[in-house]
């Protein structure tokens, strides 16, 4: 509990038990009290109730005590969370982009990697970017922990105090495998970093693929995977120019998977049916993906070989 991983922890620990303290010192001192009335004012003693009026000292006193209370309690927070908002100069800053279900880091010079590697004892801050729906970057062992809002960069920052491997969660329910949203951050020393950061390869072009956008875009993905697995429906990879067989009205043919076999799978899917894969589970997208945008999928699925 006392250790130091972060720069963050001292300060959360401290707020946390300082008022974990004070909530437990209440919950028993009160019931205690509580019982204590109980018996003392048991009616069987006291079978006539008697009025009692008012007393200035104690109104005074059980105003003011809980109002001073509560606000010692909300500047011990403050202070733990002052100092999360306020960035140094000098921080190395990493992008953390969020997508179902995945987590990927973009370092400097167009570097992705997928584990958040830092130097030791530098601070870090991370930019949080959110490719679809609201993610959470969450540290337990940094004592971070930070919405990622589509639409809008947030950010968060840490001095990492000790070298090892922390999780990193998604702490927003984002999806079917939102528990799957997880990722390593790895403190190493300031050498071992520079060398694992030479190593990194460049960003590959398909990130900026604009077909990649398109079927993004449209939820495809929900449905094809992009790496050769099969889901609900067949994977793109290795598609373009594959001999495929399919289905029409029972009659069982083979195609080859050209630009009109695609346009033709976008567009009245359920004609030509894929062996192996039911029938009516994809919708037409007729009049939701423009034909130049087909073309841009087209481009797409011959560069996922
Ligand atoms: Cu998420």
């Known amino acids: 509990m006392f250790s130091s991983a972060s720069n963050f922890v001292h300060g959360v620990d401290k707020a946390f038990l300082i008022i974990g303290g004070f909530s437990i010192f209440f919950l028993v001192s009160f019931t205690i009290i509580m019982i204590y009335f109980v018996v003392k004012y048991n009616r069987k003693k006291h079978p006539k109730a008697t009025q009692v009026k008012d007393n200035t000292w104690l109104e005074v006193t059980w105003t003011t005590l809980p109002v001073l209370l509560v606000i010692f309690m909300f500047y011990i927070g403050w202070e733990g969370f002052l100092p999360m908002r306020q960035v140094p100069k000098d921080a190395m800053e990493v992008d953390a982009i969020g997508k179902m279900w995945s987590w990927v880091f973009e370092y400097p010079g167009q570097k992705q990697a997928d584990t958040l590697v830092v130097p030791i004892d ?132 083979t195609l080859t998977a050209d630009s009109k076999y695609i346009t033709n799978s976008i567009y009245d899917p359920n004609k030509d049916v894929v062996s192996g894969f039911p029938q009516g589970v994809m919708k037409s997208y007729k009049g939701i993906i423009k034909e130049e945008d087909i073309k841009l999928v087209e481009e797409y699925l011959k560069s996922l070989k």
């Open 122 to 253: 530098k601070a870090v801050k991370v930019n949080l970017i959110s490719r679809d729906v609201i993610h959470g970057f969450f540290v337990p062992a940094f004592r971070i922990k930070e919405d990622v809002v589509p639409g809008q960069t947030n950010f968060s920052w840490f001095i990492p105090g000790e070298l090892g491997e922390f999780d990193l969660f998604c702490s927003a329910y984002c999806g079917v495998n939102h528990s799957y949203m997880s990722a390593i951050v790895k403190v190493v020393p300031q050498k071992e970093f520079d060398k694992w950061y030479a190593a990194l390869p460049v960003k590959k072009k398909e990130d900026d693929n604009l077909g990649l956008k398109v079927i993004d875009k449209n939820g495809c993905t929900a449905c094809h995977s992009l790496d050769g697995k099969s889901s609900v429906g067949p994977t793109f990879k290795g598609l373009y120019g594959s001999q495929r067989e399919v289905t029409e009205n029972g009659k069982t043919k």
